[in-house]
């Protein structure tokens, strides 16, 4: 890798920060949201610094964290977490290929300040792996945007815990935050299904204990996603093809709907 000042001075590093800027907002109060939650869950401020540091992962640590407080067994905890964060394999499959030209060690680096919107914005602009076009340079540009703009705002919340007032609704902020990330995932219609059928799946199984319905919900979206990726068969075939009608049925339905709202009108 490059030193940092010819980092800083890459046309690349300063384009995939740019990029990530607009959204390190929503990236910030979801950050601030967390540090404060995970304290007022009860972790001392020392392991909750060590936490958002270490683990990195906010969804992680927002399904971990009332486990904890639950007292839920380990097992259960570990495995809520790393259904959580079991899309950072699919992201690190689809970046292989950019990144495989570097020592282990540093792929392990680049893997720590991965995120779901450097996943995005990354894929967004670079199709083939090239390593003449500055795709490292954009991918830390826009990973040290996100990890500073995560950061900065977790730590806050962590050490200002205990003088936010509840009433100022930082969990309703936060929720919308975290609405508004997820929403900029939804960028085809495996990820659409998935994230409807994840929502309707977490909702059914709202009263199991321990928060299971985070798992379920996982499963259920994973195996959507799979199958209408093309995976699973002749069964999943069958099952795709009939999800896929329903989807259509439901984007008529909406488009019917609407220009009926707008005859009357």
Avoid at 124 to 148: D, M, T
């Amino acid at each position: 890798m490059t030193s940092f000042q010819a980092l800083w001075r890459h046309p690349q590093y300063r384009a995939g920060a740019r990029d990530m800027a607009p959204i390190s907002l929503g990236i910030a109060a979801w950050g601030l949201v967390t540090g404060v939650a995970i304290v007022k869950a009860g972790l001392p401020v020392g392991l909750a610094l060590a936490m958002t540091f270490l683990v990195y992962a906010g969804s992680a640590q927002l399904a971990a964290v009332p486990l904890m407080a639950a007292g839920a067994p380990l097992l259960v905890i570990w495995a809520t977490a790393f259904c959580v964060n079991l899309r950072f394999v699919i992201f690190s499959a689809q970046w292989r290929p950019f990144f495989r030209r570097f020592p282990r060690r540093q792929r392990l680096v680049l893997g720590y300040f991965t995120g779901d919107l450097s996943y995005v914005l990354f894929m967004k602009r670079f199709r083939e792996p090239n390593e003449h076009e500055g795709q490292i340079e954009y991918f830390l540009g826009g990973a040290s945007v996100n990890w500073l703009s995560w950061q900065s705002a977790s730590v806050a919340g962590i050490l200002l815990a205990d003088v936010v007032p509840t009433a100022w609704g930082l969990g309703f902020a936060g929720v919308l935050a975290l609405i508004g990330l997820v929403c900029s995932l939804l960028s085809d219609r495996a990820t659409v299904l998935a994230g409807v059928v994840a929502a309707g799946a977490a909702v059914a199984a709202f009263a199991l204990p321990f928060k299971l319905n985070i798992l379920v919900a996982i499963a259920a979206a994973v195996c959507v996603g799979l199958i209408v990726e093309g995976g699973g068969g002749d069964t999943g075939r069958r099952i795709r093809e009939r999800l896929l009608r329903a989807a259509q049925r439901l984007g008529w339905v909406w488009r019917s709907s609407r220009s009926s709202r707008a005859a009357s009108s």
